[in-house]
């Protein structure tokens, strides 16, 4: 009984941070807002294209058989799922994405400054002599005879 309860205590934990649920809001936001854009491309984009096309009642595109229907090569709808997706990607980015990262940069909480390469170096040059049994000042010396040493002669 008790594996289940962790199993359903991890789910839970999994459901609540914060990356699940964003992405969960995002993918409703998301389809929502296409079937809008959708409706746009289809009553406005649509029409326009058509203009651009020819006489013939499929639309925008190349008819590759003159007698088969079959053969046509559609442009666009083409077309109109790119603009879709464009429209839909602006949105997202203007309408959720840069607002978003606003408000972290002002409320958000600030990182730990990660240490610098020297100061790992060092660390790890004291925790090698911890290890060996050299006190601080004994580790300083080695350090310092080490640097006074031709680049060439550490190599060896």
Do not use: C, H, W
Request: proline residues 4%; without cysteine.
């Amino acid at each position: 009984m008790g594996r289940i309860k962790s199993v359903f205590d991890g789910f839970k934990n999994f459901l609540m941070r914060g990356n699940v649920i964003d992405l969960a809001v995002a993918v409703v936001m998301g389809t929502a807002f296409t079937a809008v854009v959708t409706s746009v491309t289809k009553g406005f984009v649509n029409p326009l294209l058509a203009v651009f096309g020819s006489t013939n009642e499929l639309g925008l595109g190349v008819q590759l058989i003159a007698d088969k229907p079959a053969t046509f090569i559609a442009v666009g709808p083409i077309i109109t799922a790119f603009i879709d997706f464009m429209m839909v990607a602006a949105v997202l980015y203007f309408v959720l994405m840069v607002p978003m990262k606003s408000l972290k940069n002002k409320f958000g909480t600030t990182k730990e400054a990660e240490p610098t390469e020297t100061e790992l170096l060092i660390e790890i040059r004291d925790l090698l002599a911890k290890q060996q049994g050299l006190n601080a000042e004994q580790t300083a010396a080695l350090s310092t005879e080490q640097a006074k040493k031709d680049p060439a002669q550490l190599t060896d």
